[in-house]
């Protein structure tokens, strides 16, 4: 199957900074990609849908302004967590989507650790 | 709205004993239907997915479900555990009309030596 890189796979930070998270589709083209959220012992609840090329469409509850998505080729996304604040300490996962129709598939990437003191 | 429950967060089951995970969907339209794993600190990783071929879809590491419109349902089966299989498992469902995949809660299983 497709390949999703994250980066980084963990990261540590302070209160009122803010983190970069990438997702790199590695060997395939991803117009859109999915950004999720997953708290311990918890499922993944979907934040974003990232385009390539336009704004990302976030899930209701979602602060657009907090959590920046860029989507700037077809093979990388970014979420920033802006002023993080240690509620968005969070596992992190990225999906690619490859293919088309009802033959389309998420790629989902390995995920980045966030923990914000 | 569409939406998947998995009955049971945890199931543990013997070392070579049967493996069945729940899951009940809710879709006003005929969904895809996945099963996905996911192993500690890692991202998810398909075992099989139900796109209205087959009822019976075989998937990755022995794993297979069978997709009962009358029951709404998509267990996981396994005939024989093995001690590799222990991790959580995502049941998921999507709708035809777009891309987003709504999850269930996950139930954790657990192999006994």
């Known amino acids: 199957g497709a390949v999703v890189s994250q980066h980084p796979s963990w990261v540590i930070c302070k209160s009122g900074t803010s983190v970069k998270i990438e997702c790199r589709s590695l060997?395939?083209?991803?117009?859109?990609m999915f950004w999720y959220r997953q708290f311990p012992k918890q499922s993944l609840m979907l934040m974003a849908t990232?385009?390539?090329?336009?704004?990302?469409?976030?899930e209701q509850g979602v602060e657009k302004d907090k959590f920046l998505i860029n989507h700037a080729s077809l093979t990388l996304s970014t979420l920033t967590v802006t002023s993080a604040h240690p509620e968005d300490s969070s596992f992190y996962i990225c999906?690619?989507?490859?293919?088309?129709?009802?033959?389309?598939?998420?790629?989902f990437g390995p995920g980045t650790r966030l923990t914000v003191l | 709205a569409q939406s998947v429950t998995q009955l049971g967060s945890h199931v543990s089951v013997s070392e070579g004993a049967l493996v069945l995970l729940r899951c009940n969907y809710s879709?006003?339209?005929?969904?895809?239907l996945f099963w996905y794993v996911q192993y500690p600190n890692q991202g998810l990783q398909l075992l099989l997915k139900?796109?209205?071929?087959?009822?019976l879809v075989k998937g990755i590491n022995g794993f297979e479900a069978e997709f009962k419109k009358s029951e709404t349902s998509f267990h996981l089966t396994k005939p024989s555990a093995h001690m590799s299989d222990a991790a959580e498992y995502f049941c998921?469902?999507?709708?035809?009309?777009?891309?987003?995949?709504?999850f269930g809660k996950g139930t954790r299983l657990h192999i006994l030596p």
């Open positions: 999906s690619g989507l490859a293919g088309s129709g009802s033959y389309n598939e998420q790629f």
């Open positions: 060997d395939f083209q991803a117009t859109t």
């Open positions: 990232s385009n390539e090329g336009s704004k990302a469409t976030y």
């Open positions: 879709s006003s339209v005929p969904p895809y």
């Open positions: 139900y796109t209205s071929a087959a009822t």
């Open positions: 998921a469902v999507r709708d035809r009309r777009d891309d987003k995949i709504i």
